[in-house]
T-cell receptor
Framework: NAGVTQTPKFQVLKTGQSMTLQCAQD?????MYWYRQDPGMGLRLIYY???????DKGEVPNGYNVSRLNKREFSLRLESAAPSQTSVYFC?????????????FGQGTRLTVV | GENVEQHPSTLSVQEGDSAVIKCTYS??????FPWYKQELGKRPQLIID?????GEKKDQRIAVTLNKTAKHFSLHITETQPEDSAVYFC????????????FGGGTRVLVKP
């Protein structure tokens, strides 16, 4: 049981380049999330998908787009990377309708934009 | 939207002493309050959580208390050990908001041997 898997683990981009961060979960969770964590700071929600077919903006959505490809996969796209997007990105998933709503996190993607 | 404040931002304790971290939240609809531990370079991992229908929950050396009226909740670690050194995050969520977690800013805990 792999839980939440993110790819890649590390990435360096030049300003203006685009890339997609991939996330997949094998726990049959309805809800999936993308957070960013800047050095010495907490986690801020970028986008989330409460259930398959829906996506909503979080606290810091500017510069990002998401796709809930199916129940398992939730991708995050940077269309034109900026140095301010240098951060560690975490994908997470949780169940929506049961009593156990624990969120499980992927191992993170460390992104540097130069 | 929800806003979660966490204090203190850093906490240094002597091994064996207790550590207390406090959080406040703004949205009265929030009903789930987890605490995550994050070691350096690792992902956040759940250590304990509490729901709004419960006032206190314990798990060995860790306990969480919730005061719904005052909208604050706290993490208590007793008999601290060096392996408790990490960053701790509180969070709040509600099913009405898609269970999305709003995190506090984190507390860096250092347990000195």
């Amino acid at each position: 049981n792999a839980g939440v898997t993110q790819t890649p683990k590390f990435q360096v981009l030049k300003t203006g380049q685009s890339m997609t961060l991939q996330c997949a979960q094998d726990m049959n969770h309805n809800s999936m999330y993308w957070y960013r964590q800047d050095p010495g700071m907490g986690l801020r929600l970028i986008y989330y998908s409460a259930s398959e077919g829906t996506t909503d903006k979080g606290e810091v959505p500017n510069g990002y787009n998401v796709s809930r490809l199916n129940k398992r996969e939730f991708s995050l796209r940077l269309e034109s990377a900026a140095p301010s997007q240098t951060s560690v990105y975490f994908c997470a998933s949780s169940e929506l309708w049961t009593a156990n709503t624990e969120a499980f996190f992927g191992q993170g993607t460390r992104l540097t934009v130069v | 939207g929800e806003n979660v404040e966490q204090h203190p931002s850093t906490l240094s304790v002597q091994e064996g002493d207790s550590a207390v971290i406090k959080c406040t939240y703004s949205d009265s609809a929030s009903n789930y309050f987890p605490w995550y531990k994050q070691e350096l370079g690792k992902r956040p991992q759940l250590i304990i959580d509490i729901r709004s229908n419960v006032g206190e929950k314990k798990d060995q050396r860790i306990a969480v208390t919730l005061n719904k009226t005052a909208k604050h909740f706290s993490l208590h670690i007793t008999e601290t050990q060096p392996e408790d050194s990490a960053v701790y995050f509180c969070a709040a969520s509600s099913r009405a908001a898609g269970n999305k977690l709003t995190f506090g800013g984190g507390t860096r805990v250092l347990v000195k041997p």
